[in-house]
């Protein structure tokens, strides 16, 4: 499918804007087959799991190794859990993004949220029920 959109973007290049091609690198079984897709990719998003079985040890290291196997201008992003993530463009040199994870005062359980509303067909008041709120 990627060298059909690849094809029509060097055919349409000047009258429609090129379709962008995004990879995810998320299987670690599947790494070889991965990678040889990145070549072609606009944005690739990375997994911390794919991202050590690939042997790396954390989100910037992953996207400068990734950042050697993207066309230049290619965006790369990984997560790495409570880490935060990390993120660059392929082809400039020092590019690497580091964003940190952002840890929410409350996090709402959003099935049971749904559950409560459609028994009460009313929004659960959650300072006064705590256990929507973890």
């Known amino acids: 499918m990627i060298d059909h959109v690849v ?11 090129p379709i962008a091609i995004s990879v995810e690198l998320e299987d670690p079984t599947k790494t ?4 040889s897709l990145l070549p072609h990719a606009d944005l690739v998003v990375v997994s ?29 992003v990984c997560a790495w ?3 935060g993530a990390a993120s660059g ?8 993004i580091i964003t940190p994870a952002f840890a929410p005062d409350c996090v709402v359980d959003t099935r ?22 973890c």
């Open 81 to 83: 859990g409570s880490c």
């Open 7 to 17: 094809e029509y973007n060097k055919e349409n290049t000047g009258i429609h804007s």
């Open 112 to 133: 049971r949220w749904r559950y409560f509303y459609r028994r009460t067909n009313s929004r659960p008041n959650t300072s006064s029920k705590p256990s929507l709120c």
């Open 48 to 76: 911390q799991d794919f991202a050590t079985s690939y042997g790396r040890d954390s989100a910037t290291s992953a996207v400068k190794a990734i950042k050697l196997h993207t066309k230049p201008g290619a965006q790369i």
């Open 32 to 35: 070889r087959r991965l990678l």
């Open 89 to 96: 463009t392929a082809g400039v040199i020092g590019d690497v």
